[in-house]
């Protein structure tokens, strides 16, 4: 049955919601926007916009996400998704198409299987570094200098264990650190392989909210987006470049001080997006329907 005036948020409600959603964006975005105008690149932040394809426009745009009814009778931000059935506001049902009800079952499947396998704390970072073994000259962001040097760089993963189980980190090991790895993810074992303690993993959860876009609400998209924030951040204060410069202090850990430090930081960060990932499958299981 079509939602009707009354069980539909009233629409000072929702345009308070959006306007505290586009305050939100704009705060977390402003060092972005910033650096663009002048042309300026940042080997942190960049990555969440150039490695995740979204642009700043698209986090901004509201939506209430699937199945919910405003209050209204014209579109808030003039985008086509929305339906207008008399006063009342919804995503249209053409956005739940085949395309995007299979983009919500991989994505509810994949952060079920997520949830529900035991974190691990062991792996220390070391997907960055083993992005430069021995290859120190080629490394992606040359314009940073190797806090050790590249023998210093290279000594720390052939001295430690690596254990990477994310698929798009892997992928990016240099030949001579591929070997070096306890696993060996493909693409094909996503499900099988990505587990709750992977600071990479729960940096997708950005991507994966912003794939369902109009889909999940705008809020979900949002928490996500700063999670990924602050586990980029912590990913590159662990990375082997020196980035004291843009006042990032290194978490040390080819030390057991560094160590302990970066497993705490990537315990919290685990913390703060379980929740993400539980509202995520419910808006996936709202999509499916039942």
Same mark, same amino acid.
């Given at each position: 049955m079509?939602?009707?005036? &009354?069980?539909?948020e009233?629409r #000072?409600?929702?345009?308070?919601?959006?306007?505290?959603?586009?305050?939100?964006?704009?705060?977390l !975005?402003a060092a972005?926007?910033?650096?663009?105008?002048a042309? #300026?690149?940042?080997?942190?932040?960049?990555f969440?916009?150039?490695?995740?394809p979204f642009?700043i426009g698209?986090?901004?745009r509201?939506?209430?996400?699937?199945?919910a009814?405003l209050e209204? &009778?014209?579109?808030?931000?003039?985008?086509?998704?929305?339906?207008?059935?008399?006063?009342?506001l919804?995503?249209a049902e053409?956005e739940? +198409?085949?395309?995007a009800?299979?983009l919500a079952?991989f994505?509810?499947?994949?952060?079920?299987?997520v949830?529900?396998r035991p974190a691990?704390?062991?792996?220390?970072?070391?997907h960055?570094?083993a992005?430069v073994y021995r290859?120190?000259?080629?490394?992606?962001?040359?314009a940073w200098?190797l806090?050790?040097?590249?023998?210093?760089? +290279?000594?720390v993963?052939?001295?430690?264990?690596v254990r990477?189980g994310?698929f798009d980190?892997?992928r990016?090991?240099?030949?001579?650190?591929?070997p070096l790895?306890?696993l060996q993810?493909d693409?094909?074992?996503?499900? &099988?392989?990505?587990q709750?303690g992977c600071?990479?993993?729960?940096m997708?959860?950005?991507?994966w909210a912003m794939?369902?876009?109009q #889909?999940?609400?705008?809020?979900?998209a949002a928490?996500a987006f700063?999670?990924?924030?602050?586990?980029?951040?912590?990913?590159?204060r662990?990375s082997?470049?020196d980035?004291r410069?843009?006042?990032?202090?290194?978490?040390?850990?080819? !030390?057991p001080?560094? *160590?302990a +430090?970066y497993?705490?930081a990537?315990?919290a960060?685990?913390?703060a997006?379980?929740?993400? *990932?539980?509202r995520?499958?419910?808006a996936?299981? #709202?999509i499916?329907?039942?």
């Amino acid at each position: 049955m079509p939602p009707t005036t &009354a069980s539909a948020e009233p629409r #000072l409600r929702w345009e308070s919601r959006r306007a505290d959603h586009h305050a939100r964006v704009d705060r977390l !975005t402003a060092a972005r926007r910033a650096r663009a105008a002048a042309c #300026l690149a940042h080997p942190v932040e960049d990555f969440l916009f150039t490695y995740y394809p979204f642009r700043i426009g698209a986090l901004r745009r509201w939506s209430p996400g699937w199945g919910a009814a405003l209050e209204g &009778a014209a579109a808030p931000e003039g985008e086509g998704w929305w339906s207008c059935d008399g006063a009342v506001l919804r995503v249209a049902e053409a956005e739940r +198409d085949a395309t995007a009800l299979r983009l919500a079952r991989f994505i509810r499947d994949l952060c079920a299987a997520v949830a529900a396998r035991p974190a691990f704390h062991g792996c220390f970072g070391l997907h960055e570094w083993a992005m430069v073994y021995r290859s120190a000259e080629a490394r992606r962001h040359a314009a940073w200098p190797l806090r050790l040097g590249a023998e210093g760089t +290279d000594a720390v993963v052939a001295s430690m264990p690596v254990r990477c189980g994310h698929f798009d980190a892997f992928r990016f090991f240099t030949p001579e650190a591929r070997p070096l790895n306890r696993l060996q993810p493909d693409l094909a074992g996503r499900l &099988a392989n990505e587990q709750p303690g992977c600071i990479h993993v729960n940096m997708d959860l950005y991507k994966w909210a912003m794939k369902l876009r109009q #889909l999940v609400p705008s809020e979900l998209a949002a928490d996500a987006f700063d999670l990924a924030l602050r586990a980029r951040e912590t990913d590159m204060r662990a990375s082997p470049y020196d980035l004291r410069a843009l006042g990032l202090e290194p978490i040390r850990v080819e !030390t057991p001080e560094g *160590r302990a +430090d970066y497993e705490a930081a990537q315990r919290a960060l685990a913390e703060a997006a379980a929740p993400i *990932r539980a509202r995520l499958i419910a808006a996936c299981d #709202l999509i499916l329907g039942p």
